[in-house]
Every structure is written in C-alpha cells, then in structure tokens.
C-alpha cells in the first residue's frame, strides 16, 4: 500500500515564474491539505481540498491555488514566485473532512526560488 | 486562532536516558486533539503519539508517553530509554474538531524542537 506520494522532490525556480507541485494521496483517503515549512520552521497550513473543493485555507494570498482531481490527487500552484517561497511544501492526506481521520504527510517537494 | 508554543529549539539527550519536550497551546475549544510528530533530516513527517483532549487518560505509545495537562494547556513529550534514531525535529500540533470554526481539519504547528542523541 503506497503512501503519500509527491513529485518532483526537489525543483528550482526564477523569482516571478510559475511552479506546480503535486500529491497522490494515501489510497482510500479522499481529503489533501497542503503545508509551507520554511528552513527551521514548523509547517504552515495552504489550504484543504475535499470532493475537489477548497474547503479551508490559511494566510495565503491568492498566488497559491490549488485543485483536486476526481481521483483524489491534489496539484498546488503557485504564481509569480517570490524568494519567500522558498519552502518545502508538504502535502497530507486524510479519509474524510472530519477532524477525526489522522493525517499522514509525503516526503515534501523542496522548492528553492532564486 | 489557536497557537502552538514549543519554546526549547534544542534539546540533547544521552542514549539510553529519558527525555522530556514542552509544549504548551492556546485555545477557546473545549474539544480537540493535540499532536506530536518526529521529522528526521529525510523530511518525512511521521505521528508520534496523539492525545484527545476528552480522555483524561495520557496518552502512551512504547517508549512515547505525554503529560497532558489541559487546564494549563500543556502537553509534554517524554522519550524513555531514547535511541539514536530519535534523533530529530520534534513538532507539537494542534487540531480542532469543531466542525463550525476556521480551523477544522487544519494542524497548527508550533516552531519544533531538535532533539539530539548522543552516542
């Protein structure tokens, strides 16, 4: 049984260019969050999608978008990328939206912006 | 909005010994859960342990054990006879299981805590 799998691992992108980052979830999970940790910080809640829906976001501008696809995997998008962007982004998936399912993370895409 | 404190950055620990990490949190809810997870250099995020904040009961697992206190909001990570794998970040985390707030299925991490052992 595979877990949560993310692609690419590692990526480097030009300040104001566009990067997309994507998740498979855990099989038989339906729910992804995504999560920024910057170097030597704890990670920080995007956003989490449920039946390909947005369904809670943090403090994020609107440069990061999200989808989630039929089959449950997940994309991040993130526009006109600043150097702050530098993070490794983590996705999670869990069964349900409730609060109740654990969730279980990916190995993360590490993104350097230069 | 809910906060995670983890206000040890790093902690160090002779093999064999026991170890214990401090975490305390802010909420207005009565009900949740609170977390920690392990993320060695490989990145990955793994469950430690998970506590309900219903259950008076502290949560164990093997060598992991918690010292949950919710009146004064803290919950604390004791490692037992810690190995040299346990070496890593240690991440206390929170998450809400009110259905109506904000911060429903979301985790709210705090800054992390390295752990060291030492050989």
């Known amino acids: 049984d595979a877990g949560v799998t993310q692609s690419p691992t590692h990526l480097i992108k030009t300040r104001g260019q566009q990067v997309t980052l994507r998740c498979s979830p855990k099989?038989?999970?339906?729910?992804v969050s995504w999560y920024q940790q910057a170097l030597g910080q704890g990670p920080q809640f995007i956003f989490q999608?449920?039946?390909?829906?947005?369904?809670q976001r943090g403090n994020f501008p609107d440069r990061f978008s999200g989808h989630q696809f039929p089959n449950y995997s997940s994309e991040l998008n993130v526009n006109a990328l600043l150097l702050g962007d530098s993070a490794l982004y983590l996705c999670?998936?869990?069964?349900?939206?409730?609060?109740?399912?654990?969730?279980?993370f990916g190995p993360g895409t590490r993104l350097t912006v230069t | 909005a809910q906060t995670v404190t983890q206000s040890q950055p790093e902690m160090s620990v002779q093999e064999a010994e026991t170890v214990t990490l401090s975490c305390t949190y802010d909420?207005?809810?009565?009900?949740?859960?609170l977390f920690w997870y392990k993320q060695p250099p490989s990145r990955q995020m793994i469950l430690v342990i998970r506590?309900?904040?219903?259950?008076?009961q502290n949560a164990t697992e093997n060598r992991f054990s918690v010292n949950f206190q919710k009146a004064a909001k803290s919950f604390s990570l004791k490692i037992s006879d810690s190995q040299l794998g346990d070496a890593a970040m240690y991440f206390c985390?929170?998450?809400?299981?009110?259905?109506?707030?904000?911060?429903?299925?979301?985790?709210?991490f705090g800054q992390g805590t390295i752990l060291t052992v030492h050989p």
């Open positions: 999670a998936s869990s069964f349900g939206r409730t609060g109740f399912s654990e969730q279980y």
């Open positions: 099989s038989g999970h339906d729910t």
């Open positions: 999608y449920y039946e390909e829906e947005e369904r």
């Open positions: 909420t207005s809810e009565s009900d949740y859960y």
């Open positions: 506590q309900e904040a219903y259950k008076q």
């Open positions: 985390a929170y998450r809400s299981t009110w259905a109506g707030g904000t911060s429903y299925g979301k985790l709210t």
